[in-house]
C-alpha cells in the first residue's frame, strides 16, 4: 500500500522557490519521517491508556507538509532568505500534526506524557487554551525537535504539534473556512459572534468533561 506522506511529499517537492531540487526533496522526506514517527509515538500512548483505563483519550490524527510555495511564502514576510537551510533554521512548521482530543483533560495528559520521551525536544510551547487567541481559537501548540534515523545517520527534524478537543477542531476548523476562504473580508459583526461561540463551545467543553467525570463515578 502507498504510504500517503510519500504521496503528498511528491505533489509538493516540485518549486520555482527552491533552486536545489535534491535539498528540498531531502528536506520533504525528513520531515515526512519526522511526521510518520510522531504519529506512532501519540498512536502508543493511545493504545496504552486505553490498556490501563479502557478509555481512548485520542480522538483522531491528522498530519501535513507545508508545501514549497507555503514555506518560501512565510520566510519571505519573516525576512529570511529562501533556501533550504535558512527553512531548516528558521521554520518549525514544515511538518505539522493534529491530536484531536475527547474532552480537555485528555490535552494535558497526552501532552504530560509525550514530554516525557527523552527524544522530543521542546522548542516552544503556546496554550492557546487557558489564553484563547485574538478571535476566540483556542489549542495547545508544541513546537518540538525529534531525531529522525536514516540510513546514512540521525538527523533532526522541526514540527508543530496542535493538541485539541473536538469541540475546539470544530470551532477552528470552520473558523478558518470563514475566515480565509471567503472572498469577502469577514465583518466584525461575524468577527464577533464567531468569537463568542468560541467561548459557548468551550464551555460545552467543561460541561462535557464534568458529565463524564460524573459517569465515571457511578
Not at 531540487?21 to 511526521?35: I, M, N, T
Not at 489549542?139 to 496542535?162: F, R, T
Not at 465583518?187 to 468551550?202: G, L, R, V
Amino acid at each position: 500500500m502507498d504510504n500517503p506522506i510519500n504521496q503528498e511529499m511528491q505533489s509538493l517537492c516540485d518549486d520555482e522557490d527552491f533552486k536545489d531540487d535534491q535539498a528540498l526533496h531531502e528536506l520533504q522526506h525528513l520531515c515526512s519521517a519526522a511526521l510518520m514517527q510522531l504519529r506512532l509515538k501519540f498512536e502508543v500512548l493511545d493504545s496504552e491508556f486505553h490498556l490501563q483505563h479502557s478509555t481512548n483519550p485520542i480522538h483522531h490524527i491528522e498530519s501535513r507538509l507545508k508545501s514549497p510555495k507555503s514555506m518560501a511564502a512565510k520566510l519571505r514576510k519573516n525576512g529570511y532568505a529562501v533556501t533550504i537551510e535558512s527553512a531548516k533554521q528558521n521554520l518549525n512548521d514544515i511538518a505539522g500534526i493534529r491530536v484531536v482530543c475527547r474532552f480537555l483533560e485528555d490535552v494535558y495528559d497526552i501532552e504530560r506524557v509525550f514530554m516525557m520521551h527523552s527524544d522530543v525536544k521542546l522548542i516552544k510551547r503556546e496554550d492557546y487554551i487557558a489564553k484563547p487567541n485574538f478571535n476566540g481559537y483556542r489549542s495547545l501548540h508544541l513546537d518540538v525537535e525529534i531525531p529522525v534515523y536514516l540510513s546514512s545517520g540521525v538527523e533532526y527534524a522541526k514540527a508543530e504539534i496542535q493538541i485539541r478537543t473536538v469541540a475546539q477542531d470544530f470551532w477552528a476548523s470552520l473558523e478558518h473556512d470563514l475566515r480565509y476562504k471567503g472572498a469577502k473580508k469577514v465583518p466584525e459583526h461575524i468577527s464577533k459572534e464567531m468569537f463568542d461561540t468560541a467561548a459557548e463551545i468551550a464551555a460545552i467543553d467543561k460541561k462535557m468533561q464534568r458529565m463524564y467525570y460524573e459517569i465515571q463515578s457511578l
